[in-house]
């Protein structure tokens, strides 16, 4: 293919010559062109590519905001309305979490940075996790298919956030049961706990912000379903 095009050139340029015969013409145009060349290549791999590039990862990122908020409707609220209840400082952050639809972007900004420095701490010995290794459990093919998905990994916290999740089933699941474990063994697993919970609930206030930037009915469903908010209701009063 290259070779043609540049026989093509040279054969309309020969054609040129056969019709006008002046090759000082034909020089200022092909120097002129040749200067422009670079500012072309420019253009083209820098600009160009840029936009096209940019648009292609929004695509992306669009089709991995539907990926978390299936997450969240499928396996994220309940975990959070399940293990929230067993933070013991909770009440520091809870009234921040519980969001309206005026919340302005730089509220989410201020609570994300209010988030990053709380103490999740998860009081295990009133964890059942016999429940959690059956709710995980559940929900393991779930897990899977989420991480088969090729655009994961243009998501860094969320590629995380499954990892802790996925590794948090499996710990629960390689268990036969969970009622006589060494207070060594809870530990580590408490340790599993907060790393999962700590995941989802960063993400969780990243997901909100984008509902309400961008899908104001999405939103609205899950400030009514806020697992923060104990008086949320479904139901549209």
């Not at 969001?99 to 009081?123: A, G």
């Not at 998501?155 to 049961?177: G, I, N, P, Q, Y």
Request: charged share 30%; no cysteine; hydrophobic share 40%.
């Amino acid at each position: 293919m290259g070779l043609y095009l540049i026989l093509s050139s040279v054969a309309l340029y020969l054609f040129h010559y056969a019709v006008f015969e002046d090759t000082h013409h034909i020089l200022i145009y092909m120097i002129g062109d040749l200067a422009f060349l670079p500012i072309e290549v420019l253009l083209v791999t820098l600009v160009i590519h840029r936009l096209l590039s940019s648009r292609e990862k929004r695509e992306v990122m669009e089709k991995m905001n539907m990926v978390i908020g299936a997450f969240y409707s499928e396996v994220g609220t309940r975990m959070l309305a399940y293990l929230s209840d067993f933070d013991p400082k909770l009440d520091e952050i809870r009234n921040e979490l519980i969001m309206t639809q005026d919340w302005p972007d730089k509220r989410f900004t201020n609570v994300s940075t209010r988030l990053r420095k709380h103490d999740y701490r998860i009081e295990i010995q009133k964890v059942d996790l016999q429940y959690l290794r059956s709710y995980f459990g559940d929900k393991r093919d779930f897990l899977l298919r989420l991480l088969e998905n090729p655009n994961l990994l243009e998501h860094e916290s969320f590629t995380e956030l499954l990892r802790a999740v996925f590794h948090l089933t499996e710990e629960l699941a390689k268990r036969d049961e969970m009622k006589h474990l060494p207070e060594s063994d809870i530990r580590h697993l408490k340790g599993d706990i907060e790393r999962a919970y700590r995941s989802v609930v960063y993400e969780w206030l990243d997901y909100m912000k984008y509902l309400k930037n961008n899908y104001p009915y999405l939103f609205s469903l899950a400030i009514r379903t806020n697992p923060f908010d104990h008086s949320a209701s479904v139901i549209v009063k």
